[in-house]
């Protein structure tokens, strides 16, 4: 099987890291790729490494040629392009926020505008350890942001057990590496800003990620407002490392609910007792890496730690496409 695809939005580097892996995808041929900025250039051209593929505008991207596309947009700029694409009969995997939230309420009270294709609401969250069957043979799937990823990949096996104490906070003191920023131009991004420094930003129940993280906890039973969710930028290119305070009834239980929740799994380990999980163990992999500690009375510590841009972005959104087209599940990645 020969699956045509494009890429919207290629000179990111959520779009370079995932034309990377699509170009030795086995199952795959890449028709298009976009770029509003570099359009009449070649990839290569945003990065060296890249492959020497001719970028093209939006506007100007074959849509009609292929049988799915991978949207690496900013939000409200997404959801239009996915119906556009749905429309036309062309399968969708969008790594923007648009099509994270299931209601267009969510959506406009977190991102402040309104949705701009409600009409295609909700559709599949692309999670695949912990939902794979929803995303079969889907015509649409939403990414997970980054660090909703390491955060309900250590979360939900515990809320599907019920051991995670009634009324009780979950605090997830989250740090995560310069390119979760993106690749435009800031100040604070700068060389000289960042290296030696490392400081917390949008805490106080305002990060947007913590609306999906909320949803599919809520899902589960873990009623909305109970997360405490601190992100912090480190002085380092990529990486997501959430340390997790968890009130549980059971610690040993839920240690072993961890454990079996990814027993076999290919792309995410839980770690044996007494190794910690690090950046160094996921980073430039499509893998994430869990740890569990005993802390004092009923406290447990869950260490999470995924690439941003692979497990957090890029090689999921593949695991997804490679789900919702009947492939092998990490064909491409590993």
Same mark, same amino acid.
Not at 33 to 54: M, W, Y
Not at 82 to 100: K, M, T, Y
Not at 122 to 129: D, F, I, K, N, T
């Given at each position: 099987?020969?699956?045509?695809?494009?890429?919207?939005?290629?000179?990111?580097?959520?779009?370079?890291?995932?034309?990377? %892996?699509?170009?030795?995808?086995?199952?795959?041929?890449?028709?298009?790729?976009?770029?509003?900025?570099?359009?009449?250039?070649?990839?290569?051209?945003?990065?060296?490494?890249?492959?020497?593929?001719?970028?093209?505008?939006?506007?100007?991207?074959?849509? +009609?040629?292929?049988?799915?596309?991978?949207?690496?947009?900013?939000?409200?700029?997404?959801?239009?392009?996915?119906?556009?694409?749905?429309?036309?009969?062309?399968?969708?995997?969008?790594?923007?926020?648009?099509?994270?939230?299931?209601?267009?309420?969510?959506?406009?009270?977190?991102?402040?505008?309104?949705?701009?294709?409600?009409?295609?609401?909700?559709?599949?969250?692309?999670?695949?350890?912990?939902?794979?069957?929803?995303?079969?043979?889907?015509?649409? %799937?939403?990414?997970?942001?980054?660090?909703?990823?390491?955060?309900?990949?250590?979360?939900?096996?515990?809320?599907?057990?019920?051991?995670?104490?009634?009324?009780?906070?979950?605090?997830?003191?989250?740090?995560?590496?310069?390119?979760?920023?993106? $690749?435009?131009?800031?100040?604070?991004?700068?060389?000289?800003?960042?290296?030696?420094?490392?400081?917390?930003?949008?805490?106080?129940?305002?990060?947007?990620?913590?609306?999906?993280?909320?949803?599919?906890?809520?899902?589960?039973?873990?009623?909305?407002?109970?997360?405490?969710?601190?992100?912090?930028?480190?002085?380092?290119?990529?990486? %997501?490392?959430?340390?997790?305070?968890?009130?549980?009834?059971?610690?040993?239980?839920?240690?072993?609910?961890? $454990?079996?929740?990814?027993?076999?799994?290919?792309?995410?380990?839980?770690?044996?007792? +007494?190794?910690?999980?690090?950046?160094?163990?996921?980073?430039?992999?499509? $893998?994430?890496?869990?740890?569990?500690?005993?802390?004092?009375?009923?406290?447990?510590?869950?260490?999470?730690?995924?690439?941003?841009?692979?497990?957090?972005?890029?090689?999921?959104?593949?695991?997804?496409?490679?789900?919702?087209?009947?492939?092998?599940?990490?064909?491409?990645?590993?």
């Amino acid at each position: 099987m020969t699956i045509r695809v494009g890429v919207y939005g290629a000179t990111g580097y959520t779009g370079l890291e995932l034309i990377a %892996i699509l170009a030795r995808h086995p199952e795959v041929e890449l028709r298009f790729a976009t770029s509003e900025n570099s359009a009449g250039t070649s990839l290569r051209q945003s990065h060296p490494a890249a492959p020497d593929i001719p970028l093209v505008t939006s506007d100007e991207a074959p849509l +009609g040629e292929v049988d799915a596309v991978f949207l690496c947009l900013p939000h409200t700029a997404s959801a239009k392009k996915a119906a556009e694409a749905l429309a036309q009969g062309v399968r969708v995997i969008d790594l923007s926020a648009d099509l994270r939230l299931k209601t267009a309420a969510d959506y406009e009270h977190w991102y402040k505008t309104p949705h701009a294709a409600p009409e295609i609401l909700p559709v599949p969250y692309g999670l695949p350890e912990l939902g794979r069957e929803a995303l079969r043979g889907a015509k649409a %799937i939403a990414n997970p942001g980054c660090y909703p990823t390491a955060t309900l990949l250590g979360l939900v096996p515990l809320a599907r057990k019920g051991l995670i104490l009634p009324g009780t906070p979950i605090i997830v003191d989250a740090k995560s590496g310069v390119s979760g920023a993106g $690749r435009t131009a800031k100040q604070y991004l700068l060389f000289a800003e960042i290296t030696g420094n490392f400081y917390p930003y949008s805490i106080g129940r305002v990060h947007r990620h913590l609306s999906e993280m909320e949803q599919t906890l809520a899902e589960e039973g873990i009623e909305k407002g109970r997360l405490i969710f601190s992100p912090h930028l480190l002085p380092v290119d990529r990486g %997501i490392l959430n340390t997790m305070y968890v009130q549980v009834s059971d610690i040993p239980a839920a240690q072993q609910a961890i $454990r079996d929740a990814y027993a076999g799994e290919p792309l995410v380990a839980a770690l044996p007792g +007494g190794e910690m999980a690090t950046l160094a163990h996921v980073v430039r992999t499509p $893998r994430a890496a869990i740890s569990t500690t005993p802390g004092a009375g009923s406290t447990l510590i869950i260490v999470s730690v995924i690439d941003n841009l692979l497990k957090g972005a890029s090689s999921q959104a593949v695991q997804n496409f490679n789900l919702m087209w009947n492939l092998p599940e990490t064909s491409g990645l590993l």
